[in-house]
C-alpha cells in the first residue's frame, strides 16, 4: 500500500509543468510598486504640507511641484512600455500609473482652494522626512528638496529649521551616497 501512494505521488509531481523564473518584465512592475509607489507616499504628505502651508496659492509654486511630480510618472510610463511582457501586466502596470498620475496632479485643483498660511507647517515636514531618513536613504533627498522649498517662506524658526535640516542632511545624502558607491 505505501508503495502504491509513493509511485502515484511521483506521477503527480512530474506531470506537473516546471515554472521557470523568467526576469522579463518585473523591473517596469518592481519600479512601480516600489519606486513610483514609495514616491507617491511621500509626495501625498509633501502636498498635504505644502497646502496646509498656503504654498499653492502662488501658482508658480504649484506648477513647479506638478511637473516635478511628473516625471517620475513619465519615467514609470516608459519603463512600462519598454519592458511590458503581456496584456494583462500591460492593464496592471498602467492601473498603478494612473493611480500615481491621479496623485500627481492634486496640486492643480488645489491651487484655487483659499486656506490661512501656516509656513511653520511646511518647516515641520523636513525634519519628518529627515528623520525618516536616518533609515531609509533615499528620503533625504525628500528632506532636502522639501526643506529647500519652505525655506524662503518662513518664519524664523521655520528658516532655522529649514537650514539645520540642510545642514544635517547634505552630509547624511553624501554618506549614503558613498556606502552605494562601495557597493557597486
Given at each position: 500500500?505505501?508503495?502504491?501512494?509513493?509511485?502515484?505521488?511521483?506521477?503527480?509531481?512530474?506531470?506537473?509543468?516546471?515554472?521557470?523564473?523568467?526576469?522579463?518584465?518585473?523591473?517596469?512592475?518592481?519600479?512601480?510598486?516600489?519606486?513610483?509607489?514609495?514616491?507617491?507616499?511621500?509626495?501625498?504628505?509633501?502636498?498635504?504640507?505644502?497646502?496646509?502651508?498656503?504654498?499653492?496659492?502662488?501658482?508658480?509654486?504649484?506648477?513647479?511641484?506638478?511637473?516635478?511630480?511628473?516625471?517620475?510618472?513619465?519615467?514609470?510610463?516608459?519603463?512600462?512600455?519598454?519592458?511590458?511582457?503581456?496584456?494583462?501586466?500591460?492593464?496592471?502596470?498602467?492601473?498603478?500609473?494612473?493611480?500615481?498620475?491621479?496623485?500627481?496632479?492634486?496640486?492643480?485643483?488645489?491651487?484655487?482652494?483659499?486656506?490661512?498660511?501656516?509656513?511653520?507647517?511646511?518647516?515641520?515636514?523636513?525634519?519628518?522626512?529627515?528623520?525618516?531618513?536616518?533609515?531609509?536613504?533615499?528620503?533625504?533627498?525628500?528632506?532636502?528638496?522639501?526643506?529647500?522649498?519652505?525655506?524662503?517662506?518662513?518664519?524664523?524658526?521655520?528658516?532655522?529649521?529649514?537650514?539645520?535640516?540642510?545642514c544635517l542632511g547634505y552630509p547624511l545624502l553624501g554618506y549614503y551616497l558613498y556606502q552605494l558607491a562601495g557597493?557597486?
Open positions: 500500500m505505501p508503495l502504491r501512494i509513493l509511485l502515484l505521488l511521483s506521477f503527480l509531481l512530474t506531470a506537473l509543468p516546471v515554472y521557470a523564473f523568467d526576469p522579463s518584465g518585473t523591473r517596469a512592475t518592481a519600479y512601480l510598486l516600489l519606486g513610483l509607489g514609495g514616491f507617491t507616499a511621500l509626495n501625498l504628505l509633501a502636498q498635504l504640507t505644502f497646502f496646509a502651508a498656503g504654498f499653492y496659492q502662488q501658482t508658480g509654486f504649484a506648477k513647479k511641484h506638478l511637473l516635478l511630480s511628473l516625471l517620475p510618472v513619465a519615467l514609470g510610463t516608459v519603463l512600462t512600455l519598454w519592458d511590458t511582457r503581456g496584456g494583462a501586466e500591460l492593464v496592471m502596470n498602467g492601473g498603478l500609473l494612473l493611480v500615481s498620475l491621479a496623485f500627481a496632479l492634486l496640486p492643480w485643483l488645489l491651487i484655487e482652494k483659499s486656506v490661512t498660511p501656516r509656513p511653520l507647517i511646511a518647516a515641520l515636514l523636513p525634519v519628518l522626512f529627515l528623520a525618516m531618513g536616518c533609515f531609509i536613504g533615499p528620503i533625504t533627498a525628500f528632506a532636502l528638496i522639501t526643506a529647500h522649498a519652505a525655506r524662503p517662506k518662513q518664519t524664523p524658526v521655520g528658516k532655522y529649521l529649514c537650514v539645520l535640516v540642510l557597493k557597486l
